[in-house]
């Protein structure tokens, strides 16, 4: 196996930019690829691109659209080896973490697909000389910004959601992760999509963004990434007045409740915090643990974090992977460094280890003061941070507290503490007794700060579509 060409994709053909970046390997730092950088040429022919493509899928079939969806995943599926390994080479994840990211994003193109054959408009009631009809009509060509953190998957959910639903699209992927996009661009290629409904850029996000976003032919917006990041994009699209879909930032809180075994809940946590080291915007971090349960809970976790295998993800016993770059390391050890100056116990990790790549230990602090910025920020990486709560509201309102509303978790056998948490709790995706946020067929996105609108299940489709209302009068 090897690493791909790291080429552009416009018009249904590669091509190489202007310029390259290298693209590296966060285990040892050394260089794998050189990532070809699209100019504003480029950026033209693929705008260009889009809106041709656009005009021929937008007028074909569903059933024929979902066939080459269809037919796009199951060459992905079968390429899941070669894919892995391009993804674990360029992100650090252990290798059957990666495979396991090619299926889940193969199960999003499989679920659009499909939902491609569902996009129902209706008949409004009316008198007998008029009917009022509601059609759901591909948006237009889309700009789309996909994350680092997951190369594959994070693509996926914005290729399929534009694809099913009719539209062309334009994909800036990340630079530091560019193979799985290009595995994804391979896959449809081969399976046939014509020219110009899927194009594909790197370069400088921001001249790509500010060149793109503006453009006539651009009728939506999708971003997964920081909020920061997505406030801005935002206001250029409203300043063109295009409108969004933004999956961003979150700080997911879990409570524990003092009705289940905190021993389970600690391992099962430990397990989830440490994929993708802690690098996924669900990722479970701020723990409110029920004070009867508090001492057991906090034992179990930084025993088990102690355990976690850190190393390169090619080795079979590796349990977790380096972190992006030099600034994540850096970042993470300011977090640790200012909570125990704030007087926050650290129960496991904290220090970067000696070596090269960009690794970090899974990280245990208990008892931090709400002050704390880790408290506040996200960490983005392997940081725990545990504290007890005296009552489940207790637990509510601290979870609320943040201005992000991403995902949140609980642990608890009572239907009325599920009762509460259902109500009151101030996020787009909460999970019981599991900590998994997702799955392709429910819908995924935040409140408050954590975005807008929603990626998968039924809704998955919706903001790729316009709804046009036709009035016909049977006479004149």
């Known amino acids: 196996m090897r690493y791909p060409d790291l080429q552009l994709y416009i018009a249904g053909a590669w091509r190489q930019g202007t310029d390259t970046l290298p693209v590296l390997n966060p285990a040892d730092e050394s260089v794998i690829g050189e990532l070809a950088v699209a100019s504003r040429l480029d950026l033209d022919d693929a705008l260009a691109a889009a809106a041709e493509g656009h005009k021929t899928w937008s007028r074909t079939a569903p059933a024929n659209r979902a066939a080459i969806i269809l037919k796009a995943a199951a060459l992905m599926r079968q390429r899941v080896e070669e894919i892995a390994y391009a993804i674990t080479l360029e992100h650090g994840k252990p290798l059957a973490q990666a495979r396991l990211e090619v299926q889940r994003g193969c199960e999003f193109f499989e679920w659009d697909a499909a939902e491609a054959?569902?996009?129902?408009?209706?008949?409004?009631?009316?008198?007998?000389?008029?009917?009022?009809?509601?059609?759901?009509?591909?948006?237009?060509?889309?700009?789309?910004?996909?994350?680092?953190?997951?190369?594959?998957?994070?693509?996926?959910?914005?290729?399929?959601?534009?694809?099913?639903?009719?539209?062309?699209?334009?994909?800036?992927?990340?630079?530091?992760?560019?193979?799985?996009a290009i595995h994804i661009a391979r896959a449809f290629h081969d399976a046939g999509l014509p020219p110009g409904v899927f194009n594909l850029v790197f370069g400088v996000p921001a001249d790509i963004s500010g060149h793109l976003i503006p453009e006539p032919p651009i009728r939506l917006v999708a971003f997964t990434g920081s909020t920061a990041v997505g406030k801005h994009l935002t206001e250029i699209a409203a300043r063109n007045m295009k409108p969004v879909l933004m999956e961003l930032g979150g700080h997911a809180p879990v409570i524990?409740?003092?009705?289940?075994?905190?021993?389970?809940?600690?391992?099962?946590?430990?397990?989830?915090?440490?994929?993708?080291?802690?690098?996924?915007?669900?990722?479970?971090?701020?723990?409110?643990?029920?004070?009867?349960?508090?001492?057991?809970?906090?034992?179990?976790?930084?025993?088990?974090?102690?355990?976690?295998?850190?190393?390169?993800?090619?080795?079979p016993d590796t349990q977790m992977g380096p972190v992006a770059n030099h600034r994540r390391k850096s970042a993470l050890h300011a977090l640790v460094c200012d909570a125990r100056a704030k007087g926050a116990r650290l129960l496991a990790g904290g220090e970067v280890p000696d070596g090269p790549g960009y690794f970090f230990p899974l990280t245990v602090l208990a008892d931090l003061p709400d002050d704390a910025r880790a408290m506040r920020e996200e960490p983005f990486g392997p940081l725990a941070l545990i504290n007890p709560v005296r009552s489940l509201d207790d637990a509510i309102e601290k979870a609320n507290c943040l201005p992000f509303g991403l995902a949140a978790y609980a642990f608890t056998h009572?239907?009325?503490?599920?009762?509460?948490?259902?109500?009151?709790?101030?996020?787009?995706?909460?999970?019981?007794?599991?900590?998994?946020?997702?799955?392709?067929?429910?819908?995924?996105?935040?409140?408050?700060?954590?975005?807008?609108?929603?990626?998968?299940?039924?809704?998955?489709?919706?903001?790729?579509?316009?709804?046009?209302?036709?009035?016909?009068?049977?006479?004149?």
């Open 256 to 315: 524990v409740c003092d009705d289940v075994d905190p021993v389970a809940a600690a391992e099962v946590s430990v397990m989830r915090k440490a994929r993708n080291a802690g690098q996924v915007c669900t990722s479970p971090t701020r723990f409110f643990v029920d004070e009867k349960l508090y001492g057991a809970f906090v034992k179990t976790f930084a025993e088990r974090a102690k355990g976690i295998r850190l190393g390169n993800g090619m080795a």
């Open 117 to 180: 054959l569902r996009a129902y408009g209706r008949v409004i009631p009316s008198g007998p000389d008029i009917r009022y009809t509601v059609l759901h009509q591909p948006i237009g060509p889309v700009a789309a910004f996909s994350p680092w953190n997951f190369p594959m998957s994070q693509p996926s959910r914005k290729i399929a959601g534009a694809l099913a639903a009719g539209c062309s699209i334009i994909l800036k992927a990340a630079e530091e992760t560019p193979a799985g």
């Open 414 to 476: 009572s239907a009325s503490n599920v009762h509460q948490l259902s109500e009151r709790i101030e996020a787009g995706n909460l999970s019981i007794n599991t900590l998994e946020a997702s799955v392709a067929e429910t819908p995924f996105g935040g409140v408050k700060e954590s975005g807008y609108g929603r990626e998968g299940g039924a809704e998955g489709l919706h903001h790729y579509m316009t709804v046009k209302n036709v009035s016909h009068r049977m006479t004149i």
